[in-house]
């Protein structure tokens, strides 16, 4: 079994590079030894300690020549998302560090322009690399520099609208941009829509011939018709044929076209990207990838390889977590999406919809059971909301599971289009809260505050997972105005949960434990800790009181007004912005009031969260059971 004390050595050639200048001392035919090194470091490092793997392994060769032709970090390289950029890390001084990679205090799996000047942006959400990149060329010509913008964006990525907004700039300016569009024909789950056709209709030419054999035949008409038609018929070929290659796209865009190209031939990269450098203005190279290349499972098996999260034997891709910890209690997201099928099995007005999750979010048993009323629209947050908004005004009831992090790119069409039309939109909002590994690009901290300021628009959180049920059926039942709930990552308590649902009183919240002096009024399935931190109290002969809000809007102002007069020391706890959040609410409902118990909010600081495990950073913070002691005690000794 592997633990974490073992790290992996780097092979011979990657143990001398330190910085891309070691790689450039290398000759070409030395660089496929490099990329086999690189891709065994990748996986043997991953094996041992988790993190994204599929991706990173998809672009060794790209990686590789990228860092050989180019000059970073003067010539800036842009990774869209970033997942895939362990060897980008690694090859650019991170190499010992790297099994560090995504733990508490380490580096992080994304690209951070604070951990490396190789780093020329901070990513984690997808799609905007190439809106970086024009805006690093634009600099670069403003300040009269000559050096070079690279984008990477995966084919997934391009799905998000604000590559093409970039695509569209770029193309309508003169700077120089170079996209590589690393096309493997997978988002985390398959790619979805036209585009994705698009580019898999040339590649594996299915439209493009037969469409060809038509142009042909029909030349063939022509042909036997004189020199004239011959003519008209040649023209025509070339323009067929023009207008089918993936290049029409982009070039269309007012970019220059190259590609499609093996993008595991690292010197024919090479080559291209060095012929590349000399041409001026807006281009895209178009490389076809395989993700996962080189580890058998993982290119077999896709989607579960995106990511891994525990040890595995670096041949076969068995499992080596210890059987003891293999069950637990299931995922709140797999409650969601069980929860979900049944809700849609009775009501047939259910529809649901995800940006690119359907593993993550766990909607894939109700696309399953229901393929034509769920819905992968890519990675486009925005349209999903909106699209989501739009079967609502025909009485469609939309589930629309979204991570909160990923919500935030939605937030104009949660006012716009959803609050303003007072359409009953359900929001799932997955990886509320802290989520650890994935760090500060990912948690789900600003959802609560961010939403609070909307009108027509319930905001709520379930202690546990039987809460979670039955807040969405009565969503599912609620018609008058959109409603959202968040849930974070991870485990849901294990409990056993009841067939069926039941309603839920809207606004209302729930007394846990009667206290005498202090109430801890938790929001969410974090209120676990309130049970654990009380039980420990009370055998000091402390008795805290605990409230389960349920709903941070509309705020349960009857048990306000009770807990007020029964205490003296509130204390608010939730997993999210103390600022504008729950506690917030709390707040400003007892700003209004005369005589008020003292109050203490206990949430996400005012700054940005780094990563680690989901308990490292409820400690880092206080919001976790010794947290709660201490500020009880703390408002007792004051009091
Ligand atoms: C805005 C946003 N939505 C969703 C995600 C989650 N996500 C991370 S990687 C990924 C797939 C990206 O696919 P692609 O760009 O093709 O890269 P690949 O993993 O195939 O190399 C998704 C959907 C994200 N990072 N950002």
């Given at each position: 079994m592997l633990n974490n004390e073992y790290i992996p050595k780097p092979g011979q050639?990657?143990?001398?590079?330190?910085?891309?200048?070691d790689l450039k001392k290398l000759a070409p035919e030395q660089l496929q030894d490099v990329c086999d090194e690189l891709r065994d470091y990748i996986i043997d490092i991953v094996s041992v300690y988790g993190g994204h793997f599929g991706a990173s392994l998809g672009v060794v060769e790209l990686t590789t020549a990228l860092h050989y032709v180019y000059n970073a970090p003067e010539d800036k390289i842009v990774w869209d998302v970033?997942?895939?950029?362990?060897?980008?890390?690694?090859?650019t001084g991170r190499r010992d560090d790297f099994h560090t990679n995504r733990t508490y205090g380490g580096i992080s799996g994304f690209p951070k322009r604070s951990e490396s000047e190789y780093d020329a942006f901070g990513v984690g959400h997808s799609s905007t690399s190439i809106s970086a990149a024009l805006g690093m060329a634009v600099a670069h010509d403003l300040n009269g520099k000559n050096n070079k913008a690279i984008a990477i964006i995966g084919d997934g990525a391009m799905?998000?609208?604000?590559?093409f907004e970039a695509l569209n700039n770029a193309g309508g300016m003169k700077s120089d941009i170079l996209v590589i569009l690393n096309d493997n024909r997978m988002s985390i789950d398959p790619n979805v829509g036209a585009l994705k056709e698009y580019l898999a209709d040339v590649t594996s030419s299915r439209t493009f011939n037969k469409f060809r054999d038509e142009v042909y035949d029909l030349l063939g008409h022509f042909k036997s018709a004189g020199e004239k038609m011959r003519k008209v018929a040649s023209r025509l070929e070339s323009a067929m044929l023009a207008a089918l290659t993936p290049g029409s796209l982009f070039r269309s865009l007012g970019f220059k076209y190259y590609g499609p190209m093996d993008g595991h031939d690292v010197n024919g990269l090479r080559k291209t990207l060095e012929d590349l450098k000399e041409v001026k203005g807006p281009k895209l190279l178009h490389i076809v990838t395989v993700k996962g290349k080189g580890f058998a499972p993982a290119e077999r098996e896709q989607t579960k390889w995106h990511a891994q999260s525990s040890p595995f034997d670096k041949i076969t891709g068995d499992s080596l977590k210890p059987n003891s910890i293999k069950k637990s209690a299931p995922k709140?997201?797999?409650?969601f999406g069980e929860a979900l099928v049944e809700l849609a099995e009775k009501d047939e007005r259910i529809v649901s919809m995800t940006p690119a999750m359907p593993s993550g979010s766990s909607l894939w048993p109700m696309m399953n059971r229901f393929p034509e009323r769920a819905?992968?629209?890519?990675?486009?947050?925005q349209h999903a909301v909106t699209f989501a908004a739009g079967l609502a005004t025909e009485g469609k009831k939309a589930f629309c599971a979204i991570y909160s992090t990923f919500l935030q790119r939605g937030f104009d069409q949660l006012v716009h289009d959803v609050a303003i039309q007072k359409l009953p939109v359900v929001f799932c909002i997955d990886r509320a809260g802290v989520v650890g590994a994935d760090g500060p690009t990912h948690h789900g901290a600003y959802d609560t505050s961010y939403m609070r300021s909307i009108p027509n628009l319930i905001i709520s959180s379930p202690l546990n997972e039987q809460d979670l049920r039955d807040m969405m059926f009565t969503a599912s039942e609620y018609d008058e105005q959109a409603w959202a709930i968040r849930y974070p990552r991870g485990a849901s308590t294990g409990m056993e949960v009841r067939k069926g649902f039941q309603s839920m009183e809207i606004g209302k919240g729930i007394c846990l434990r009667e206290g005498e002096s202090v109430a801890i009024l938790s929001f969410g399935p974090i209120g676990k800790y309130v049970t654990e931190a009380a039980d420990q109290l009370s055998e000091e002969g402390i008795e805290i009181g605990h409230y389960d809000m349920r709903f941070a809007k509309p705020i349960d102002e009857e048990l306000l007004d009770e807990i007020c007069r029964k205490y003296d020391h509130i204390i608010t706890l939730e997993d999210g912005a103390r600022l504008g959040g729950f506690g917030s609410a709390v707040a400003e409902y007892l700003a209004e009031k005369e005589s008020k118990p003292t109050l203490k909010i206990m949430g996400l600081p005012d700054r940005i969260i780094e990563h680690g495990t989901q308990e490292e950073l409820h400690a880092e913070v206080?919001?976790?059971?010794?947290?709660?002691i201490k500020n009880v005690r703390k408002v007792l000794i004051k009091a």
């Open positions: 050639l990657l143990a001398k590079i330190d910085s891309p200048d970033g997942h895939q950029a362990y060897g980008h890390k690694i090859l799905t998000g609208g604000q590559a709140y997201q797999d409650v819905f992968d629209v890519g990675i486009a947050e206080g919001i976790d059971v010794e947290g709660i």
